[in-house]
């Protein structure tokens, strides 16, 4: 079962650099979650997508965009990286509003230099 | 900012003792999640409550959804050396959006023989 994957695994990129942190889930669910954490301080929202064609900010979406073409997929945009971007983010996915849940990926650590 | 509060921040304990952590928040939750994360994975959902005095078990792992509705417990009996990892407490605030989980910045656990 594959549930939410997530690619790459490790990342390192330059400041200003760009690049998209893939996500997709295989579960049919219909809400798609972006975390990104850093060390202590558990994890933090930075969008969410309650179905394809519609995506909300979360608490720290400054630096990202992403786009929800698809049910499957959920990708995670940064534009002009910033050391500040440093974290281990995570996607997740779950089925419902009555079942919030969330299946999260192994994640992704990316690190700008 | 970040409502969650969560403690404690590390616990050392020895094999087979019972180990109990809490969240509280400043504003009234209708949704409390626990995770556990392993080194290198993502967060993997324990336990799931959604009414006020609820109390849930999975295996040796107990959760209740506080009756103020600002807090919430777990405890894990009788701890064995695979209970390590870091231990995340969710939730939601009544008065944000479906999507929105708080995170708390979790509780480390060591189990030593």
Same mark, same amino acid.
């Given at each position: 079962n594959a549930g939410v994957t997530q690619t790459p695994k490790f990342r390192i990129l330059k400041i200003g650099q760009s690049m998209t942190l893939q996500c997709t889930q295989d579960m049919n669910h219909n809400y798609m979650y972006w975390y990104r954490q850093d $060390?202590?301080?558990? #994890?933090k929202l930075i969008y969410y997508s309650v179905g394809a064609g519609i995506t909300d900010k979360g608490e720290v979406p400054n630096g990202y965009n992403v786009s929800r073409s698809t049910t499957e997929d959920f @990708? #995670?945009?940064l534009e002009l990286a910033a050391p500040s971007q440093t974290s281990v983010y995570f996607c997740a996915s779950s089925y419902a509003r009555e079942s919030p849940e969330a299946f999260f990926g192994q994640g992704t650590r990316l690190t700008v230099v | 900012g970040q409502q969650l509060n969560q403690s404690p921040q590390s616990m050392f304990i020895q094999e087979g003792e019972d180990v109990s952590m809490n969240c509280t928040s400043s504003s009234i939750f209708n949704t409390w999640l626990w995770y556990k994360?392993? $080194?290198?994975e993502g @967060?993997? #959902? #324990?336990?799931?409550l959604y009414k006020a005095g609820e109390l849930t078990s999975n295996g040796r792992l107990t959760a209740q959804f506080g009756i103020t509705r600002k807090d919430s417990f777990l405890n894990i009996s009788a701890s064995i050396p695979s209970d390590v990892g870091i231990y995340f407490c969710a939730g939601r605030a009544e008065a944000d959006s479906w999507g929105k989980f708080q995170f708390g910045a979790g509780t480390q656990v060591v189990v030593t023989p």
């Open positions: $060390p202590g301080m558990g #994890l @990708p #995670l945009r | 994360q392993d $080194p290198g @967060p993997v #959902l #324990l336990i799931a």
